[in-house]
């Protein structure tokens, strides 16, 4: 879903950016949260109303749940999706989700990758396996969470140096911890519900 994210997105602001600027309460609305899944029903991402709505527009996607908000604008008044559904099937690369500090530590459950300490987000670190310093990259194979004492010790080292071992190999994002994500995302909406937990 990445690859369209640019030019789509640039599209709906200028769609729409009138709109929000005399409807303050759409401008919240068009941020809200949606489930978006494939033709298999299978779900696949999460994008804000405003882009799920242009993908409706577009012809892309369908509505197959609606979030009790309308956008307004001068002729029209549209209902905001929850749920859309892509009307072509679309192989997902499973690399495609986000890398970030947030999304890592999903992945990792807060828990350090060397001491399997269980931590709250705000307590946990981020930990290049092969140090920057030493040509590591930042990559979902290469971050993992970590608790401060591990860093420390670990410091510009390789994990073998510091005589400590991962619990298991990092690896990118694959649909099961996705699926996890949408899952936190979608507790507090019923109805992404039925499409979630299938
Ligand atoms: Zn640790």
């Known amino acids: 879903m990445e690859h369209e994210a640019g030019p789509t ?4 602001a200028g769609l729409f950016a009138p709109v929000a600027t005399h409807r303050p309460g759409d401008g919240h609305a068009l941020l809200a949260p949606v489930l978006v899944l ?13 882009r799920a709505l242009v993908l409706v527009l577009k012809g892309v996607a369908m509505t197959e749940e609606e979030n009790g908000h309308f956008l307004h604008s ?29 999304n890592i530590l999903l992945r990792d459950r ?16 981020l930990d290049h396996v092969i140090p920057r310093s030493r040509g590591g990259s930042s990559t ?23 005589g400590m071992k991962l619990m298991r190999e990092p690896r990118a994002f694959n649909l099961h911890t996705s699926r996890h994500i949408m899952r936190l995302m979608g507790r507090s909406d019923d109805k992404w519900r039925k499409y979630l937990f299938y």
């Not at 929850?82 to 890398?99: D, F, G, K, M, N």
């Open 74 to 102: 001068a002729r029209v008044a549209m209902r905001l999706p929850s749920v859309i559904r892509l009307l072509e099937y679309r192989r997902i690369p499973h690399q495609s989700r986000a890398l970030s500090r947030k």
């Open 140 to 162: 979902w194979e290469n971050l993992v969470a970590c608790c401060h004492p591990c860093n420390r010790r670990k410091g510009n080292q390789f994990p073998a140096e510091a």
């Open 9 to 12: 997105s640039r599209h709906a």
């Open 38 to 50: 494939n033709a298999s029903y299978e779900p696949i991402n999460v994008c804000a109303a405003r």
């Open 110 to 125: 807060n828990t350090c990758q060397y001491c399997g300490t269980v931590l709250p987000s705000s307590e946990l670190t």
